[in-house]
């Protein structure tokens, strides 16, 4: 039973927090480029509040291109950080760190969440026999077998990337500049969308690694005609389970 007040409550309840009714932690990266409503890291695109922790040093290059080396210990602080502050669940604001998510859950003791694609099998279950998921990404050249495996992913799965697009791997990856061609970068996406579905003929449904994706869902499903899944709905989903709506 968590610790929220809520009406009907007993007169005398426990603390033990810092923080209340903010059940969800969610460790980011480093990073300076823009963050539209949409993107995980603008707290309006939440229905809910969150508690956001910074981790020092984890940049996206670090992170997307060089496989997190050397960041576990620093992942691992501040997911106990959220936890002392009054998380009672975590996740990450990139898909890539999927190859942490043992030993966050492990190091913390509550639910963790650390990759949209974890969702991949959860879509797959939903699609008549034939066809199959298939995963967009910030970068597919980086997107590695351990990764995929870390989230449950068949190793078989179509992905695609947005590495030869014109802005939004360059601004979010290479950080070459603060500011961002909303227009460009959505078309970057969609571009990705497109080829992966032209590829595979048997594409039934899509998964957006990134976080920093979901302002473009509604325009990939447009294009598209798939249904699309992000880690907007994945977290919907988990912060359901943290604070189950009331029907009284």
């Known amino acids: 039973m968590n610790n929220e007040f809520h009406a009907g409550a007993a007169s005398r ?8 009714g903010v059940p969800l932690g969610i460790l980011m990266l480093q990073a300076r480029f823009p963050r539209i409503p949409g993107d995980m890291g603008n707290g309006t695109t939440w229905p809910f509040p969150v508690l956001y922790r910074v981790v020092g040093g984890a940049s996206p290059d670090k992170v997307v291109l060089k496989g997190a080396t050397g ?3 620093d992942f691992i ?5 959220l936890v002392e502050l009054g998380a ?3 996740t990450t604001n990139c898909g890539f760190l999927s190859l942490f998510q043992r030993e966050l859950a492990a190091a913390v003791n509550v639910p963790v969440a650390t990759s949209s694609l974890m969702q991949v099998p959860w879509v797959q279950a939903t699609l008549p026999p034939g066809k199959r998921v298939g995963v967009v990404t910030v970068s597919a050249a980086t997107l590695t077998p351990a990764h995929l495996e870390a989230a449950s992913v068949p190793l078989d799965t179509p992905v695609a990337g947005t590495e030869d697009g014109r802005e939004f791997f360059r601004v979010l990856i290479k950080a070459e500049k603060d500011d961002m061609d909303v227009d460009l970068a959505r078309q970057d996406v969609v571009d990705a969308a497109l080829t992966l579905a032209a590829r595979h003929p048997d594409l039934g449904a899509i998964v957006l690694e990134c976080t920093n994706m979901p302002p473009y869902a ?3 499903q447009e294009a598209t005609g798939l249904p699309v899944y992000d880690i907007y709905s994945m977290i919907s989903w988990f912060h359901a389970g943290l604070r189950p709506r009331r029907f009284d």
Do not use: D, R, T, V
């Not at 309840?13 to 209340?20: R, T």
């Not at 602080?77 to 950080?81: D, I, P, R, S, V």
């Open 13 to 20: 309840i426990a603390g033990g927090k810092a923080i209340y």
């Open 71 to 73: 960041l576990l210990p």
């Open 77 to 81: 602080a501040a997911a106990q950080e």
């Open 88 to 90: 009672e669940a975590i």
């Open 218 to 220: 509604a325009a990939i």
